[in-house]
């Protein structure tokens, strides 16, 4: 099934690797909760429903995950716009995100280092993209 991501005020689609790891898929919760101890020694927990904010990592690896140099300008493009808003469609399902900027929104890695002046759009690169679902 393909990943894309959809930049949803051009309409311009762009097609993922399909082999990236979703690695924090299920680090994350929607339950925020605090505790604290009232004056009396009692334990006061207050816990409530996050509206947004799940962090979406799609790791690349060398082994098993390229995309093209092209691709990664692409993306890169996008990152550097504020408040862009894109569609992300991951294993079926479409989700609102945003680039997480706190944590290194957009890494592009070469499978293979060149001479300065042999770089091309066609050079293979291990991508590392991190997102905010809003």
Same mark, same amino acid.
């Given at each position: 099934?393909?990943?894309?991501?959809?930049?949803?005020?051009?309409?311009?689609?762009?097609?993922?690797?399909?082999?990236?790891?979703?690695?924090?898929?299920?680090?994350?919760?929607?339950? #925020?909760?605090? +505790?604290?101890?009232? $004056?009396? @020694?009692?334990? /006061?927990?207050?816990?409530?429903?996050?509206? %947004?904010?799940?962090?979406?990592?799609?790791?690349?690896?060398?082994?098993?995950?390229?995309?093209?140099?092209?691709?990664?300008? #692409?993306?890169? +493009?996008?990152?550097? $716009?504020? @408040?862009?808003? /894109?569609?992300?469609?991951?294993?079926?399902? %479409?989700?609102?995100?945003?680039?997480?900027?706190?944590?290194?929104?957009?890494?592009?890695?070469?499978?293979?280092?060149?001479?300065?002046?042999?770089?091309?759009?066609?050079?293979?690169?291990?991508?590392?993209?991190?997102?905010?679902?809003?």
């Amino acid at each position: 099934m393909a990943i894309t991501l959809t930049h949803t005020a051009s309409a311009t689609t762009l097609t993922l690797p399909d082999a990236l790891n979703w690695a924090d898929e299920y680090t994350w919760s929607p339950v #925020q909760q605090t +505790t604290s101890y009232t $004056t009396t @020694g009692a334990l /006061l927990i207050e816990e409530a429903t996050k509206q %947004a904010g799940r962090p979406i990592t799609l790791e690349g690896s060398t082994e098993r995950t390229w995309c093209t140099r092209a691709l990664v300008d #692409q993306l890169h +493009t996008w990152a550097r $716009t504020a @408040g862009i808003v /894109l569609v992300l469609t991951l294993r079926g399902v %479409a989700h609102s995100v945003t680039f997480d900027h706190s944590r290194e929104a957009l890494q592009g890695l070469p499978v293979l280092f060149y001479a300065d002046g042999s770089i091309a759009s066609d050079d293979w690169y291990v991508p590392t993209l991190r997102f905010l679902e809003l």
